[in-house]
């Protein structure tokens, strides 16, 4: 049991974004700043007492923030406000991590402009039925970062320092058992590796109506069509809509390129944001292992990736129902293959040679997010309603439209108010050509089978919030008509492949009690 003291006098707010979801929490005003969650609350642990500043305020969820909670080391600051809603129902932790040494560093560190951040994801899985082959895998995401408020360093109002390096390591790669190469881990970064993350200068400026990123980012990380909720689904959906991913000269969100993103604020419920970044498709294939590494220069762009969102997003502070719209447009400017004609404009599964070039792809897309019910009014334990649409433009991608919905429960029981639980679905709709290329490659291996024009996958979660800054998620999932897009041959008649497995994610923040540096995407 874990029972919360808060110490009386005036109250004023602070915002965290933990690695699991950020919350408003009302704080002694004597004790919050700009950057840090501070106050006094106790936290007890199978009846072991701690003081613990932020034990709450890190592990409660709020929504909607818009940005993906394991690949996104800080937060999202709101507004202050007294009133902010709030959940003070005691959450049964079995353990924390809090230990005063290490939590007193941390203060001392960002004291002075300095703040660590990371994670580490482990998540085991099997392939019980259906798919390639059965069998279980195991797959491992970690990073380590730090923030500087340069503020505080250097004397530079409203700028920040980001350094993120991460690394996925693991057995599960490319679809090897369910068949789809989308579908069995949702932090999938292309290759085994270590790379840099982020490395980028963050400026605010015009009193926090203007900001400014630039340096070694990627626009998938959180920064365009994300949400904080996807990256709690462990076999698909990190990040952003698997379409961005796919239909697209940039990498995976577990790497980097130059780039650039500009953010302006009309008011405090709307954004207007653009970027551009260096596409570098080669990036896809290549581990770029070391730092800077062989892709720091410019050599090997291939185009431009052009992103621009506006939205609306409210949250805990200024919506008893917090919700989140917003609108998108990609231009894509890099080369790409054609998904069937060769140079001759003929079918290259049936009669070779080199993939016909072609240059340009525009995608649009709409996402949605909003609480629809809560048993307390004036909480933040709630269901919430979620979707997204990617719709291809122009260019001859391999999705041609792609679809998101779900639903997400923060707190399911009063009990245990911190837990979760998610369903969400997936589908692909392919594009005409890659559907008669692939067809076109089963009659070549002499099958008469006929590939599917649409994948379609399904999860269901339970996350446990065991400790601060520690969730254990069991999940299922079910996929009908895996693409086997990253095998050689392809089997004719694969119609479903069922995923089961378990996540352990832990927050380095949260875990062990470290302040936290906020930033805006929105």
């Known amino acids: 049991m874990i029972v919360f003291k808060h110490s009386p006098g005036p109250l004023c707010s602070g915002v965290l974004l933990s690695g699991m979801a950020f919350l408003m929490a009302p704080l002694p005003c004597a004790a919050a700043d700009q950057n840090d969650l501070a106050g006094s609350s106790n936290i007890v642990v199978h009846g072991k007492n701690s003081d613990d500043a932020q034990a709450r305020s890190m592990t409660d969820p709020s929504v909607p923030a818009y940005v993906p909670s394991i690949n996104t080391p800080a937060g999202v600051p709101s507004a202050p406000s007294a009133q902010s809603a709030h959940s003070t129902a005691p959450q049964p932790y079995l353990f924390s991590m809090h230990t005063p040494p290490v939590m007193d560093a941390g203060k001392y560190l960002s004291k002075n402009g300095v703040y660590i951040t990371g994670w580490n994801v482990s998540e085991y899985s099997g392939v019980p039925a259906g798919g390639i082959k059965h069998g279980s895998f195991f797959n491992n995401f970690a990073g380590i970062g730090l923030d500087l408020d340069m503020q505080r360093i250097a004397h530079i109002p409203g700028a920040k320092i980001h350094f993120l390096a991460d690394d996925v390591a693991g057995q599960g790669r490319a679809g090897g058992a369910t068949g789809s190469s989308w579908g069995f881990v949702s932090y999938y970064g292309n290759h085994n590796g270590f790379q840099v993350r982020e490395f980028t200068w963050d400026q605010a400026l015009f009193n926090n109506r203007l900001f400014i990123l630039a340096g070694r980012s990627m626009p998938k990380g959180g920064e365009f069509d994300g949400s904080e909720l996807y990256c709690m689904f462990p076999s698909f959906l990190c990040s952003v809509p698997t379409t961005l991913t796919v ?276």
């Open 247 to 522: 239909n697209g000269s940039m990498p995976s969100f577990v790497t980097s390129s130059w780039g650039a993103r500009f953010l302006y604020k009309p008011t405090e419920k709307t954004y207007i944001k653009t970027g551009i970044w260096e596409a570098e498709p080669w990036l896809k294939t290549t581990n770029h292992n070391s730092w800077p590494g062989p892709d720091w220069g410019f050599d090997k762009a291939q185009g431009e990736y052009i992103p621009t969102e506006a939205g609306y997003r409210t949250n805990f502070t200024n919506d008893l129902y917090p919700r989140a719209y917003d609108l998108g447009f990609v231009y894509d400017t890099a080369s790409y293959s054609d998904p069937l004609y060769n140079n001759h404009g003929q079918s290259r599964p049936l009669y070779g040679g080199t993939a016909m070039n072609r240059r340009g792809r525009t995608q649009l897309y709409l996402q949605a997010q909003q609480m629809i019910w809560k048993p307390d009014e004036h909480g933040t334990r709630g269901l919430i309603l979620f979707g997204a649409a990617n719709l291809m433009t122009s260019g001859n991608a391999a999705i041609k439209d792609g679809f998101v919905a779900g639903l997400f429960d923060w707190g399911p029981f009063a009990s245990r108010p911190r837990d979760y639980f998610g369903l969400v679905g997936q589908s692909f709709i392919w594009d005409h050509r890659f559907v008669e290329g692939m067809n076109d490659t089963l009659t070549a291996h002499g099958h008469h089978a006929r590939w599917a024009k649409q994948e379609t996958m399904v999860e269901v979660n339970y996350g446990l919030n065991i400790a601060p800054g520690v969730m254990f998620t069991p999940y299922f999932e079910y996929i009908w008509n895996p693409d086997q897009l990253g095998r050689k041959t392809i089997l004719p008649n694969l119609n479903t492949a069922v995923q089961a497995g378990v996540m352990l994610n832990v927050q380095f923040s949260p875990a062990f009690g470290l302040p936290t540096l906020h930033r805006t995407r929105n």
